[in-house]
C-alpha cells in the first residue's frame, strides 16, 4: 500500500501536487492578505508601538480583534481547500489504478463536484469519533452537579480515577469508529455516495479486515507525520535565527517594533513551512485509504476483473458498489 502511494505520487505528481498547492497557496495567501490588514490596523497608533518599552494594552486590542477575524477565516479557507484535496486526491487513484492519465482541469471538476458531500462526510465521521468523549464529558459535568449539591467537596480524586477510566474504556471505541468509517471519504468519491451511505458502505467494507486497516493507516499517517516535521524543522531553525542575533544585555527592553516585526517574521515562515508540509500529509494518507478500499473491493468484491476490462477497453471507471453487496 505504502509503495503504492509513493508510485502514485510519483507518476502523477503533476494533478496531485498542482491541486493542493494551488488551493492551499489560495488559503495561505488569504491568511496573508488577512495579516497585512491586521498590522495595518495599527498604523495609525505605529510610533506608539514602534517605540521604547512595552505598547499599551489598549494600543493592541485593534490588532487583537483583527487576529481573531483572521483566524476565522483563515480556518474556513484551510477547511474548504482540505476538502477539495480530499475529493482530488480520490478522483487521480481513480486513473491511476487504470493507469490513465488525467489533467489538473478534469480533477478541479470532479473533485469540486463532490467537495459538499466530503464536507458532510469528514463532519458525520468527526463526530462519530467525538461521540464517545462527549458522553464522557457529560458524565463527569453530571457527577461534579452532583456532588456539588451534596456539598461534598472531595470529590477530587474520584472525579479524576473517574476520568481515566473513561478514557481507557472510551478510546478504543472512538478509535473502532474511527477506522470503520475510515473509506467514507473515498467512497464518496468513487461511488458518487452520500455522506450517510458512505458511512454505512465502509463499515460493511472494513468488516473482518478492521485491524490490517488500521495498522496501514496509522503507518501512513504516521509516516506523513514524520515527513512533515522534517519539512518544518529547517523553516523552525531558521525562525530562531533573528533571536539568536539580537543584543545579549537583557537589561534591554525590547521595542514595540522589534516585537511585531520578530512576531511577522514567525508568522510568514510558519505559513510557509505549513504549506509545504501540508501538501504532503494532505496528499499520501487519502492515497494509502484509496488503495485499501480499492484492495478490499478486489478481495470481496472481485472488483479486478472488472478493472482490468475496464483498462484494457478504455472504458469509464466502474468502481460502483455491485447489485448485491455481500453480507
Known amino acids: 500500500m505504502l509503495s503504492g502511494a509513493f508510485a502514485t505520487i510519483g507518476g502523477y505528481w503533476k494533478p496531485l501536487v498542482g491541486i493542493a498547492l494551488a488551493l492551499f497557496g489560495a488559503a495561505t495567501a488569504v491568511l496573508g492578505i488577512g495579516v497585512a490588514i491586521a498590522f495595518s490596523t495599527v498604523a495609525a497608533n505605529w510610533d506608539d508601538l514602534t517605540g521604547p518599552g512595552e505598547p499599551d494594552t489598549a494600543e493592541l486590542v485593534p490588532l487583537g480583534i483583527a487576529f481573531g477575524v483572521l483566524m476565522v477565516i483563515g480556518v474556513i479557507a484551510y477547511l474548504l481547500a482540505s476538502a477539495v484535496v480530499q475529493a482530488a486526491v480520490p478522483v487521480v487513484l481513480q486513473e491511476a489504478v487504470l493507469g490513465r492519465p488525467i489533467g489538473f482541469g478534469t480533477v478541479w471538476r470532479r473533485a469540486w463536484s463532490r467537495v459538499w458531500a466530503m464536507i458532510g462526510t469528514v463532519f458525520l465521521l468527526a463526530v462519530a469519533v467525538a461521540i464517545p468523549f462527549l458522553v464522557l464529558m457529560f458524565t463527569m459535568v453530571a457527577t461534579v ?138 496528499i499520501f494518507p487519502p492515497l494509502v485509504t484509496g488503495l485499501l478500499y480499492v484492495d478490499l473491493r478486489m478481495r470481496n468484491e472481485g472488483l479486478a476483473p472488472v478493472l482490468a476490462e475496464a483498462a484494457a477497453q478504455n472504458l469509464p471507471e466502474q468502481y460502483g458498489p455491485p447489485p448485491t453487496a455481500p453480507a
Do not use: C, H, N
Request: charged share 10%.
Open 145 to 282: 452537579v452532583y456532588f456539588v449539591s451534596l456539598g461534598d467537596s472531595g470529590t477530587g480524586g474520584t472525579l479524576f480515577l473517574f476520568g481515566l477510566l473513561g478514557w481507557l474504556v472510551l478510546a478504543p471505541v472512538a478509535i473502532w469508529l474511527w477506522v470503520k468509517f475510515s473509506l467514507a471519504p473515498t467512497i464518496v468519491v468513487f461511488e458518487a455516495q452520500r455522506p450517510v451511505a458512505a458511512l454505512r458502505r465502509s463499515a460493511r467494507l472494513v468488516q473482518g479486515s478492521w485491524w490490517r486497516v488500521l495498522g496501514i493507516t496509522l503507518l501512513a499517517f504516521g509516516l506523513a507525520s514524520a515527513v512533515g516535521y522534517m519539512i518544518q524543522m529547517p523553516f523552525q531553525a531558521l525562525g530562531m535565527v533573528p533571536g539568536s542575533l539580537e543584543s545579549t544585555d537583557m537589561t534591554v527592553e525590547p521595542s514595540g517594533g522589534e516585537l511585531l516585526a520578530l512576531f511577522g517574521g514567525f508568522v510568514v515562515l510558519s505559513m510557509v513551512s505549513g504549506l509545504v508540509s501540508q501538501l504532503f500529509s494532505s
